[in-house]
């Protein structure tokens, strides 16, 4: 790619290129219809409008709900994930029923009975940088509404590489961010976080828990923003950054300006799509050098043979509550550095976290500090229950 | 000067619960050192060994992003607000 692609929102669309809108149509609009704003050329444009969603969970229910509601013509999806119980506190495209199913057949028919107007298109898949490009240029608004930093890095890129806008809208606990990015001349996502944050630091929702309404707040701001950009109306969040504290209810609106060091949308050094996992620092990560790690059997194993190992859950509080290995004590990772001193050097140390990522960032801190006999639970407590202790619950 | 350092409910558990302290200082850095020294276990999460910012918490004085204004050397005024925005990904 040697030039930026440019946005496909054409608003200079002639009236008569707009699709028809049937008879039932007209009536299923008929409110939007009477806004000056929107009115029957609105509508069109709604209809001939393409908008990709990424990820069908928290932030994507209400999105894929309202935009479809509302009259997107186009409407991808793209996610790889099943419906899992846990989903189900905020996650209001699917229902209990669809427990098990894909994500994307429950989003089908939820979305389809909502508006059978809507051509949806799925793809069962991850987003990765081999598929973005081809995928967002078939849209013309992105919305991200993922729930990890290596495909938000990736959503990112590749909308400034073609000229889509993304909006953005983030979500932990009770607080959440949303924006446009990557509009002609506003700032993108790598200007506001030139980099991911090291691995484990910031929990997701999954390790942190999050208000269920929360993604309803923050998606149906996307949402509102994805139609103001397809209608052309308005202000957009485009070089803005809102804050929503659920917990105090205060909005706060801070200036957004492109970076002129943004590799992306500033010198636009950022030719390609690149390897975003590795960007995130997941690879060294995943691949653990240095960290040994111990099997659910083997754990067991050494357990049996009665060998004096002192078992550390390194978990947020709420997860220990929720259900913990027995014979643990608890030692968040956040304060594994404070705590050095309640580690003994001459007994085994094994660490355990939900999957086995801050288990290792935890026996790093402790291998930093002299400890040699540190292990690492592979696969985390969800590894163990699996393997071991089916009562835990699943989270 | 006396101003006041907003943090979010994620940090402010390392603050004693409070999501709004007040810091005295004539920059932006001076005040987060202050806010620091009276809780430790906050600075590792706003800068990095060598005191400089990271790329994934950004801050705001007032509606201003410092890093245009002179980053950590932003002087403050009496009132002043800093608004410390942390990146978070979930969805």
Same mark, same amino acid.
């Given at each position: 790619?040697?030039?930026?692609?440019?946005? %496909?929102?054409?608003?200079?669309?002639?009236?008569?290129?707009?699709?028809?809108? =049937? #008879?039932?149509?007209?009536?299923?609009? =008929? $409110?939007?219809?009477?806004? &000056?704003?929107?009115?029957?050329?609105?509508? $069109?444009?709604?209809?001939?409008?393409?908008? !990709?969603?990424?990820?069908?969970?928290?932030?994507? =229910?209400?999105?894929?709900?309202?935009?479809?509601?509302?009259? *997107?013509?186009?409407?991808? /999806?793209?996610?790889?994930?099943?419906?899992?119980? #846990?989903? /189900?506190?905020?996650?209001?495209?699917?229902?209990t029923r669809d427990v098990g199913r894909s994500k994307l057949d429950s989003a089908r028919d939820r979305l389809l009975d909502i508006n059978p107007h809507v051509d949806l298109e799925t793809y069962d898949t991850r987003l990765t940088s081999d598929n973005a490009?081809?995928?967002?240029?078939?849209?013309?608004?992105?919305?991200?509404?993922?729930?990890?930093?290596?495909?938000?890095?990736?959503?990112?890129?590749?909308?400034?590489l073609t000229g889509r806008p993304n909006v953005y809208g983030s979500i932990f606990r009770f607080e959440g961010q949303a924006s446009v990015f990557a509009t002609a001349d506003g700032p993108c996502y790598r200007c506001l976080f030139r980099e991911p944050p090291p691995p484990g630091l910031v929990p997701s929702c999954a390790e942190g828990g999050v208000l269920g309404v929360l993604p309803g707040l923050i998606g149906t701001i996307q949402a509102t923003e994805t139609l103001k950009i397809l209608l052309g109306i308005g202000t957009t969040l485009a070089g803005r950054?809102?804050?929503?504290?659920?917990?105090?209810?205060? @909005?706060?609106?801070?200036?957004?300006?492109?970076?002129?060091?943004?590799?992306?949308?500033?010198?636009?050094?950022?030719?390609?799509?690149? +390897?975003?996992?590795?960007?995130?620092? !997941? $690879?060294?990560?995943? %691949?653990? &050098?240095?960290?040994?790690?111990?099997? &659910?059997?083997?754990?067991?194993?050494?357990?049996?043979?009665?060998?004096?190992?002192?078992?550390?859950?390194?978990?947020?509080?709420g997860e220990w509550a929720l259900g913990h290995l027995s014979g643990?004590?608890?030692?968040?990772?956040? #304060?594994?550095? =404070?705590?050095?001193g309640t580690f003994a050097r001459d007994r085994t140390t094994v660490l355990y976290c939900k999957g086995g990522t801050r288990s290792a960032q935890a026996a790093r801190i402790l291998q930093d500090d002299g400890f040699t006999n540190v292990w690492s639970l592979t696969g985390g407590i969800l590894r163990w229950r699996t393997e071991v202790d089916p009562t835990l619950p699943n989270y | 000067m006396s101003?006041?350092?907003?943090?979010?409910?994620?940090?402010?558990?390392?603050?004693?619960?409070?999501?709004?302290?007040?810091?005295?200082?004539?920059?932006?850095?001076?005040?987060?050192?202050? *806010?620091?020294?009276?809780?430790?276990?906050?600075?590792?999460?706003?800068? +990095?060994?060598?005191?400089? &910012?990271?790329?994934?918490? #950004?801050?705001?004085?007032? +509606?201003?992003?410092?890093? @245009?204004?002179g980053g950590f050397e932003a002087p403050i005024a009496d009132g002043d607000e800093v608004i410390v925005v942390p990146t978070v990904a979930g969805g």
């Open positions: 790619m040697t030039a930026t692609e440019t946005t %496909s929102v054409d608003h200079t669309h002639r009236l008569a290129e707009l699709p028809e809108l =049937s #008879t039932e149509e007209l009536q299923r609009y =008929s $409110r939007h219809l009477l806004l &000056p704003e929107v009115g029957l050329e609105g509508q $069109r444009r709604l209809k001939a409008g393409r908008v !990709l969603l990424v990820g069908a969970g928290g932030l994507g =229910s209400p999105l894929g709900l309202y935009l479809a509601a509302a009259g *997107v013509g186009h409407v991808g /999806l793209v996610d790889f994930d099943v419906v899992d119980v #846990t989903n /189900l506190q905020r996650q209001v495209l699917h229902g490009l081809e995928i967002v240029r078939e849209y013309d608004v992105v919305v991200d509404g993922t729930d990890n930093f290596p495909t938000r890095y990736l959503v990112n890129d590749a909308c400034v950054l809102l804050l929503v504290d659920a917990l105090r209810m205060q @909005f706060r609106t801070l200036k957004l300006q492109r970076d002129p060091a943004c590799p992306a949308c500033g010198t636009r050094t950022l030719r390609e799509l690149i +390897d975003y996992e590795d960007f995130c620092g !997941l $690879r060294a990560v995943h %691949s653990g &050098p240095g960290v040994p790690e111990v099997t &659910p059997a083997e754990l067991v194993a050494w357990r049996a043979r009665g060998d004096a190992i002192d078992l550390v859950d390194v978990r947020e509080p643990a004590r608890h030692v968040p990772l956040g #304060t594994v550095s =404070s705590a050095l | 101003i006041t350092v907003h943090l979010p409910t994620m940090l402010a558990r390392l603050a004693g619960d409070t999501n709004a302290l007040e810091a005295s200082g004539d920059t932006v850095g001076e005040a987060l050192t202050d *806010v620091i020294a009276r809780f430790p276990a906050l600075g590792p999460r706003l800068r +990095d060994d060598a005191g400089k &910012p990271y790329g994934f918490v #950004t801050f705001y004085l007032n +509606d201003e992003d410092i890093r @245009f204004h």
